[in-house]
């Protein structure tokens, strides 16, 4: 029996509506949630919004509504874009929910009677914008002399009573957990940027606030609320059950992986880690930092006028189109590009080109010269030959890329395989051995079927509308799409002889114009 995986992205802070930074890092924690169930694991796979802190009482105030408001109106948003973008989680979770309430207060009581809680006087340097607090020597020089954070957000000098966790404390065992576990941060330069700034020396960390009302409670100390991050962070376990364990929190707890974007490295990777120990909760065994998707190259700006609607794009080229692009385009980990040339290409020349119309031709030409019959096979060592390349790349290469996250070089193994087709119908030309050889055009139409099927099946995760729309025509049952399927010997003979035969099949990928993009 497999072990089960927890896979999460981070909570998205919903003071403006979604971007589509936002609907990349969904997607790809989406992938992976699809890949590890089509490898036979019980997945539980979790998003959702980060709703307190002064940064959405400022924006709420700023359109004259509650923060609560605000939270229902721009939580609404991501939801909408979740169900747009086929994000196949289990559970959507805000930091607004009664539960999360509880479980907040319940670590923070844990790590109150760990000694790692005390009242003090807070007096630094704090980011609205990022919700953190920074060292004076981590600001940096803007314009005018301005300060700004290491982000380049506007920082203010904030003092006001303040409950302090002792992150000091915990410098040692975050550095023995880096050395011990070097795969608890990746890719490697987080790791590396993580450690050093660990190694230097850690103050502790205010984590409440007085100067607002929007958020948790501390327990016991009235007037105060929690620092945002402290009960950000917690979703993930109060999507489990914390504090009261049962089923979910036995089953998927510690997390497999928290998928996040590399500007919130340290909260995840030093904060997190240190409250857990505090708590003396299990730490999760992986945070993977991604990078930034750029426009053209540039970074994401309201000011400049680039930030992209991600509903709309998935309006204007399709769903399964974007979700493609995206994890093909950039590999995991880095900052990547995207331009509405780049993705109408790519979209154009692999789905298709190349994919979209290898089904296509061989599925209408089984409709049409065998009455949608599947043909008996009988393969010769070029038939053979195509076989093995497209196991090698559904079996071996796609699922070890996947495994690590490496979605573009999964993919490109795959394309590779879907070349192979697109050679071996060209090599085999079954539109002139319908007339010259009629018995060999139905093993190479019954060859290509196979292929198609596992190519489908393998880049599900991917594309998981298309995919499985194929399949369906196909007639592939919806018991039958993971990997174990593709192992299993046989499946084509009991499909033809239950008597399935194919319908018309209508085409997937329709192609995108070239047109300046709205």
């Known amino acids: 029996m497999s072990e089960p995986f927890y896979v999460t992205t981070a909570i998205s802070y919903p003071n403006g509506r979604p971007h589509i930074g936002h609907a990349y890092e969904a997607i790809a924690a989406d992938a992976i949630a699809r890949f590890q169930r089509l490898m036979g694991r019980d997945v539980r796979f979790q998003t959702g919004t980060d709703e307190h802190g002064l940064k959405m009482a400022q924006a709420a105030r700023a359109r004259d509504l509650t923060p609560r408001q605000l939270a229902d109106e721009m939580s609404g948003y991501f939801k909408e874009m979740a169900n747009k973008l086929d994000i196949s989680c289990d559970r959507f979770i805000r930091t607004s929910d009664e539960d999360h309430y509880a479980a907040s207060q319940s670590i923070w009581k844990a790590m109150e009677a760990n000694g790692d809680l005390y009242l003090d006087r807070y007096e630094g340097w704090y980011s609205v914008r990022d919700e953190a607090f920074y060292d004076e020597k981590e600001l940096i020089d803007g314009e005018g002399g301005v300060k700004l954070s290491p982000q380049g957000t506007p920082v203010e000098w904030t003092v006001e009573e303040s409950w302090f966790f002792r992150l000091s404390k915990y410098q040692e065992p975050l550095l023995a957990l880096y050395r011990d576990q070097p795969d608890f941060i990746r890719p490697e330069s987080r790791r590396n940027e993580i450690v050093s700034f660990v190694s230097g020396g850690l103050n502790d960390l205010s984590v409440s606030r007085t100067s607002f009302d929007w958020g948790v409670p501390v327990p016991g100390s009235p007037g105060h609320v929690m620092y945002v991050w402290v009960d950000a962070l917690t979703n993930y376990i109060t999507g489990l059950g914390y504090p009261n364990g049962g089923d979910l929190w036995d089953k998927f707890w510690p997390a497999n992986v928290h998928i996040i974007g590399k500007d919130i490295v340290r909260f995840h990777t030093v904060y997190w880690p240190a409250f857990l120990m505090s708590a003396k909760i299990a730490l999760p065994k992986q945070v993977f930092g991604h990078g930034f998707l750029l426009n053209r190259g540039e970074k994401m700006s309201k000011s400049v006028g680039n930030v992209v609607d991600p509903i709309a794009m998935a309006d204007s080229y399709g769903v399964d189109q974007l979700r493609y692009f995206l994890l093909r385009e950039v590999s995991f980990g880095q900052d990547g590009s995207y331009s509405h040339e780049a993705i109408v290409n790519r979209s154009n020349s692999e789905l298709a ?101 596992d190519l489908a099946i393998a880049i599900s995760p991917i594309i998981p509308t298309s995919a499985g729309k194929l399949l369906d025509q196909m007639g592939i049952a919806a018991d039958a799409r993971d990997f174990a399927a593709l192992e299993r010997q046989g499946w084509y003979d009991e499909l033809r002889a239950s008597g399935f035969t194919l319908a018309q099949p209508s085409g997937l990928f329709p192609r995108l114009e070239l047109e300046a993009a709205d």
């Not at 010269?369 to 796609?398: H, K, Q, Y």
């Not at 060209?426 to 539109?431: G, H, L, M, S, V």
Request: glycine share 4%; net charge neutral.
């Open 353 to 453: 080109n190349s994919f979209g119309n290898l089904a296509q031709r061989t599925l209408s030409m089984i409709f049409k010269n065998l009455n949608g019959e599947l043909p008996a096979v009988d393969r010769n060592e070029d038939d053979a030959a195509l076989v093995r390349a497209v196991a090698g790349a559904c079996l071996d290469e796609l699922p070890r890329a996947f495994e690590q996250f490496a979605f573009s070089t999964g993919i490109e193994a795959w394309m590779k395989a879907v070349f192979a087709c697109n050679q071996y119908v060209d090599a085999q030309a079954p539109w002139t051995l319908r007339k010259t050889d009629p018995e060999r055009m139905k093993t190479v139409l019954g060859v290509l079927f196979q292929a198609i099927r």
